[in-house]
């Protein structure tokens, strides 16, 4: 397609790495035998000699002064070994922004106040699980009730009760803002056609991990603690648990066995960790805690619900002249990642497409309701699903087909977001141009009978952030590369594979680098003891690129040793490039000049005297802007059949093309976009949670409900590969950001079939037929 | 979760277990495939003693019939319901609603005469028995009686069940050939999912497809699944017309009493009988054309 208004659009997308042999390739996953088999421990698989278990009490009340705790019953009970309350820990508050102080709001037991039902008051650590329960039940506590709120409305309210009182520098419920501003607003809004001011609200949804939250702790004499936990970041709780037991860092070793899934869900300390450290360190004994169901769904962190006013202009021939963006964040009682879901979401707010001038402003807020954190997407869906739905509408306003309305906006390689960064590579316009391709959009919007419609919806994401909000003092990335004369290599790396596949991928990354067999490097990931510091952990879609760069970084030293092993023993010309493929190191001109990959690595050991081949490589993102190091695009076609009568809505097919830059290992970003349209379809259409005063009603898979397999659609989908130049063999993110076009794409094609256009996620059989006049009381 | 602790009575016959029952009174709950009991007892709904388990008690998994009646044994399976042939033949409403409850784990732990004594308002094969007359047989220390499946249902979980009784098995009267029959559910999730609202129908014609007799059953929008008596009465000696569907339609909402929950609203709830009605009297028209 020859695009006139965008000249920069019509440039072949293609990279200079097309001779990979790992690299590219579907391999099977490390871990998948043994889950295959059942034989992969996780967590709560675990157990130790002399193993305590461990039970929280919580609140039932949504907020309330702590009067009185009286333990005795439960400590009497025969077989608890120990009780605690808030007034026996060291009383430190944690949050992930250590960066900023006044973030950290969190306690690991309540001090002398609840915020919501489920904040954690008490723990138990006993001789069977049934005991810790039973021993919970005995505590008795006196809460003096407060008022409290459950709405952003609510809590924004002149006489709203102050959630967190103990927090000087807060006045109200608002517990950090964002403004974003680029070019003169005002002035730009004048220039347009059409105007669109709508308001949006989206709900909060739980990341429904199959593995609950689980930790095990286990103390040695000198009080040293080793923590087993079910975490995307481990380095994160290595220094929080260590700050809130008051322990040096390095006396505490996290190790991530196994993990059943994360989503953002698993990435900061929580009091089960601290507990289990803290009563393991009392008593002596591993202390175990394993969370429920009901506990993670009645208690567990969740997407951010938000209310969002947005305000577009558009020219009459579709370009975008302005936005205008406001979002509040239902923050529940705490920070947890709040904070960076409202930086977020305002960056998403101008994403995708060019907006000449911009202004977020982003609030979040507290409410007496589980806190929300981090959730695949991090306040991406929310924000796109506002802009992909407005595009919607702006389409059918200014009579523009929608996506040759986004062709025209869309964002290019080497465009500038202001004030942010500039895009390094954006395969958007050919995701575009190929989902409408394969979907047959144009017949189908043409063609399609009653009560079946076709919708649109794309999608940016970060590959990994360059903030650092945590304020580590070490590389966002680490790792060591040991390499043997046997010809094999060893991969050390703090990076945490929670299911995603970081641990199959990081792997492959190093094979085509040193160019040896994938199968002859071992991996050991994510124990803070044993790999070098740091990483920030798996989140953010950060890993592949940012640990695939530090292993870069290791294998090029690594590299560079054997090359001069090479270059000695055929006495190369300096001019000449040593190249690795096949096990072997050889002369690239002169392949026959080359020995084995071992061969090399034994030469180096012997004229090193013995010492072993290590090297260490590092990422951290410098000069690169404000958010990311490189942006992954696509756009996501969904086709569905509404039952006029009942409103239900049956997805049949979706398709997808889209941009990771080069994808390392196809299988794994097939995956990856199975399981994200599998979040997005609950998202759109069936997830949600029943509230009453602050207590959540469903609380079991029975009432809340994540799509069956029988309703995931027919998937098809294509990979525009871009080539990434800050990325490991040039590739970005494909964890997070394909969760997010599937929900505006649906709700475009409900739109298509019913004419109802949904403002207010999740699309309901109920809100169909009351929009279509079949349910009028 | 942990279970509760309990006793596990394991009794050798029906009888046995009745004894068992009778002995224990409320302090014992009958145990056959456990997959409604055992997470009421996680969840400490129910706290019971003792358990009687009955699945391992010879020859009550059956499903039999003669040449008038079906019977369906206390311990037989959904999965064997749904797929058995005589129930797929001459109760298809019956086999569909027990193949679509919950998953098929649960269908091949779960039995049907369990479905039915759990007495949850939404219980799926609760419509499509209501509507084929079934008779409940229940057993006692002393003997036996008979009650037909509308009286048994008391309200939410309570059943007409006495101490010392339980349910030895359900007969249901062998529709004829020119019947036709349908179960119709609705939920939020398109599959895999407790029903929302449920119906089911049965109707019975002459030759000039006058219907004989009709019964038409609603779930989950009143405290127990019930028949709709006043439609199945207005139903009988007519046409299926247009109207006369309307007709009981607007009777079967007039009955619903439906209540708000976490599943859907009671708007919803009653725009659905609305909708079911009409789609399973029509579906089960269609089924006596196509025979």
């Known amino acids: ?777 | 979760m942990a279970l509760p602790k309990f006793s596990y009575l394991i009794p050798k016959s029906l009888k046995e277990a009745c004894i068992m029952l009778a002995e224990h009174e409320d302090k014992a709950r009958i145990l056959a495939g456990g997959t409604d009991l055992l997470i009421k007892m996680k969840h400490r709904t129910v706290q019971p003693e003792y358990i009687i388990g009955i699945s391992n008690i010879p020859n009550t998994d059956y499903v039999h019939s003669n040449h008038k009646h079906l019977t369906i044994g206390a311990n037989a399976s959904l999965t064997m319901v749904a797929q058995n042939p005589d129930i797929q033949r001459y109760f298809p409403a019956l086999a569909y609603a027990a193949g679509v409850t919950a998953t098929v784990q649960i269908r091949n732990m779960g039995t049907v005469v369990g479905n039915i004594c759990n007495a949850s308002p939404s219980a799926d094969t609760a419509t499509p028995l209501l509507v084929y007359d079934t008779k409940v047989v229940i057993m006692h220390p002393a003997g036996e009686r008979t009650l037909a499946l509308d009286e048994f249902f008391r309200g939410p979980g309570v059943t007409a069940l006495e101490s010392g009784e339980i349910v030895k098995e359900l007969v249901l009267p062998l529709t004829s050939d020119r019947s036709g029959s349908n179960y119709q559910k609705v939920s939020p999730r398109s599959k895999v999912d407790i029903a929302a609202v449920g119906v089911s129908a049965c109707l019975h014609v002459d030759e000039k497809e006058t219907i004989t007799q009709a019964r038409l059953a609603i779930g989950a929008v009143a405290p127990v699944p019930k028949r709709v008596l006043h439609a199945e009465k207005t139903l009988e000696g007519k046409k299926l017309t247009e109207e006369l569907i309307n007709q009981a339609a607007e009777i079967s909402l007039d009955e619903a009493t439906p209540i708000s929950d976490t599943r859907a609203t009671a708007s919803y709830r009653k725009k659905m009988v609305d909708v079911l009605v009409r789609r399973a009297l029509n579906a089960s028209m269609e089924q006596i054309r196509a025979k």
């Open chain 1, 1 to 777: 397609m020859n695009n006139k208004q965008n000249p920069a659009l019509n440039q072949k997308v293609s990279g200079p790495y097309t001779q990979k042999s790992v690299v590219g390739r579907s391999v099977p996953r490390i871990d998948a035998p043994d889950k295959a088999r059942g034989a992969a421990q996780y967590t709560a698989d675990m157990k130790l000699p002399g193993m305590l278990y461990g039970k929280l009490l919580r609140s039932p009340v949504p907020h309330a002064r702590i009067k009185n705790i009286d333990i005795s019953k439960a400590a009497a009970f025969p077989g608890v070994k120990d009780v605690i309350t808030g007034k026996d820990t060291p009383g430190i508050k944690y949050g992930n922004w250590r960066l900023f102080p006044q973030t950290q709001d969190e306690y690991p037991l309540a001090m002398d106040k609840v915020r919501f039902i489920g904040d954690e008051v008490a723990a138990v650590a006993a001789i069977d699980p049934d005991i810790a329960e039973e021993a919970i039940s005995l505590i008795h506590v006196e809460y003096d009730e407060l008022p409290a709120v459950f709405s952003i409305d609510e809590a924004l309210a002149q006489d709203a009760p102050l959630i967190h009182d103990d927090i000087d520098q807060l006045e109200g419920n608002i517990s950090i803002d964002r403004n974003i501003d680029v070019g003169d607003i005002d002035k730009a809004f004048d220039k347009a056609d059409l105007i669109l001011d709508d308001k949006f609200t989206l709900h909060a949804v739980s990341h429904a991990y199959l593995e609950p939250c689980a930790a095990l702790a286990q103390p040695d004499v000198e009080g040293r603690l080793i923590l087993w936990t079910s975490t995307q970041a481990p380095y994160i709780i290595q220094c929080l648990l260590a700050s809130t037991l008051g322990l040096p860092e390095n006396h505490v070793r996290v190790i991530k066995p196994h993990v059943g899934g994360g989503f953002g869900g698993k990435m900061e300390l929580r009091s089960w960790e601290f507990c289990a450290a803290f009563m393991a360190k009392r008593t002596g004994r591993p202390v175990k805690f394993v969370l429920t169901r009901a506990e993670e769904l009645s208690t567990g962190r969740t997407r951010h619900a938000m209310n969002i006013r947005s305000k577009v202009g558009f020219k009459k021939d579709g370009t975008i002249v302005a936005k205008d963006f406001e979002a509040y964040l239902d923050g529940g009682a705490y920070n947890s990642m709040g904070p960076t879901a409202t930086f977020l979401c305002g960056n998403f707010g101008a994403m995708l497409y060019r907006y000449p001038a911009y202004r977020y402003r982003g609030y979040h807020v507290y409410t007496n309701k589980t806190p929300a954190g981090a959730m695949r997407g991090f306040g991406a869906p929310q924000a796109l699903y506002v802009t992909e739905t407005q595009m919607n509408i702006a389409a059918k306003e200014l009579n523009i087909d929608p996506i040759d309305l986004r062709i025209k906006n869309a964002m290019v390689t080497g465009d500038t977001i202001e004030g942010v960064t500039k895009i390094s590579s954006a395969g958007f316009v050919e995701s575009l141009q190929k989902v409408a391709e394969m979907s047959k959009w144009k017949e189908k919007r043409a063609s399609l009978p009653n009560n079946k419609g076709i919708g649109i919806g794309c999608y940016s994401f970060i590959s990994g952030g360059v903030f650092n909000w945590f304020n580590t003092p070490y590389n966002f990335a680490a790792c060591e590369v040991r390499a043997y004369d046997d010809g094999t290599a060893h991969l050390l790396t703090m990076a945490s594979d929670i299911g995603q596949g970081s641990d199959t991928v990081l792997r492959q990354i190093l094979a085509e680098a040193l160019g040896i067999k994938v199968e002859n490097i071992r991996v050991t990931s994510a124990d803070t003891a044993m790999t070098p510091k740091a990483d920030l952990g798996t989140w953010g879609s950060r890993v592949t690129l940012m640990n695939g760069n530090a292993i870069l970084d290791a294998a090029n030293k690594i590299k560079e040793k054997l090359a001069q092993m090479v270059s000695i023993k055929y006495n190369l010309n300096i001019i000449h490039e040593v190249a690795f493929a096949n096990d072997r190191a050889f002369a690239k001109a002169k392949p026959e000049r080359g020995i084995s990959f071992g061969e090399a690595v034994a030469m180096w050991v012997k004229t090193h005297r013995g010492e072993e081949l290590t090297a260490r490589g590092y990422y951290t993102p410098r000069d690169k802007g404000l958010t990311t190091p490189a942006y992954s695009f696509g756009a996501q076609v969904a086709e569905v059949a509404v039952d006029p009568d009942t409103g239900v809505v049956t997805v049949e097919k979706v398709t997808t093309a889209h941009d990771c830059g080069t994808v390392i290992n196809p299988m794994s970003v097939e995956g990856q976009l199975e399981g994200a349209l599998h979040m997005g379809l609950g998202y759109a259409l069936s997830e949600q949670f029943v509230i009453r005063d602050g207590k959540v009603l469903n609380t079991t898979f029975l009432d809340y409900k994540i799509p069956a397999a029988e309703d995931m659609p027919q998937i098809e989908s294509y990979t525009i590969e871009t080539y990434e130049k800050e990325g490991p063999f040039g590739a970005k993110e494909a964890g997070e950001g394909l969760a997010i076009p599937t929900a505006p794409a649906i709700a475009h094609a409900v739109y298509d079939a019913t004419g109802y256009r949904c403002k207010d996620l999740p699309i309901t059989p109920e809100k169909i037929l009351r929009a279509t006049g079949k349910i009028t009381e």
